[in-house]
Structure formats: C-alpha cells, structure tokens
C-alpha cells in the first residue's frame, strides 16, 4: 500500500478496529527517513469518527527510533501555508524512550502530553520529557491556516554540577 521508495512492516498485532489494540513492532522506511515503534498499545473509540473526529484515549510506545537520512543536494523547500487536517484530534501520548538518530543524534526519556486538533488550532502539550539531565515542559500552538501563528510556552528544570564547594578555613 505504501508509494513507491516507501516500506511499511508491522509485527506481533492484535487487537479490534472498535477499541485498539497492541503492536509488537511497526517499521515505516521512506527514501530520507525510517521510523520504528517497538511495543505500542493504542485505545481509541470508534464511534466519534462518524463525527469527524479522532478520539484515542491511550497511546503508549515503549520506544520510538527516527533516523534521519538527508538527501545529498536538498532543494530549497516552500514553507507551509495551511496545516488543516480533516478531522478533529484527541490524543494523549507516552513514549518511554524516543531516539533521533540526527543529525545530531538526540535521545529523550519519558515523553508524555496531549496532541490536540479542533479544526483551526493545533495544540501540543508536553507534560514532561527527560532530557541532558533536565526536566523540560512545554505549551505550542499553531494555528492552521495562514499566517500560521505560532505561540510557544517553554520551561524545565535543569541539573548541573556545581564547582567544587570545599573551602579552606
């Protein structure tokens, strides 16, 4: 089903098309970047679809790898004028380790928020993510259409050693 250049492989599924389920393994490979989900449990409702909208009550990936495989000459890209979706979106989301292999290589511990689409905003809340020995949360906004106003809350909690605290008396 994926185009052409793309690849899709799932392992160890189960579940129901009504409420969710389980995925052991899920592998998606494009020409510049692969993504592979390892142990996901997704729960979501069926019936809200018939009004347009995605409501899943969990999603839950143990861990998430995305590599990234820039092409050698990239052409100049056009920015986004619209991101309309069509349908609304509910979605909470845990993922226990995420790894960005770059460039740069980045890799993050325990994602958690809420992704949400009302047809004219997008919201992202991030409750918490580990990263480089601090504690990050975050609030984004983005709106649809154009000129796609962007509105950002960032905060986190960093720890550093500090120098060396003994002092001769």
Not at 38 to 67: C, M, N, S
Not at 75 to 102: H, K, Y
Not at 110 to 117: A, E, I, V
Request: no cysteine; charged share 25%; proline share 9%.
């Amino acid at each position: 089903w994926p185009p052409e250049g793309q690849a899709l492989e799932a392992r160890d599924v189960s579940g129901t098309l009504r409420q969710g389920g389980h995925i052991g393994g899920l592998r998606w490979r494009g020409p510049t970047l692969s993504v592979e989900v390892e142990k996901t449990d997704i729960g979501w409702e069926l019936q809200p679809l018939l009004q347009r909208e995605v409501q899943v009550g969990k999603l839950h990936a143990q861990r998430l790898e995305i590599t990234s495989t820039p092409p050698a000459e990239a052409s100049p890209t056009e920015p986004l004028q619209q991101l309309r979706l069509p349908v609304r979106i509910r979605l909470p989301f845990e993922i226990d380790q995420l790894i960005w292999n770059g460039p740069p290589r980045a890799e993050i511990a325990q994602l958690k928020g809420n992704y949400h689409y009302d047809g004219q905003h997008h919201r992202l809340d991030v409750a918490r993510v580990d990263w480089a020995d601090g504690r990050y949360r975050a609030q984004v906004q983005l709106q649809g259409d154009a000129p796609m106003q962007l509105q950002a809350t960032l905060s986190g909690r960093l720890q550093a050693p500090l120098p060396d605290q003994e002092r001769s008396q």
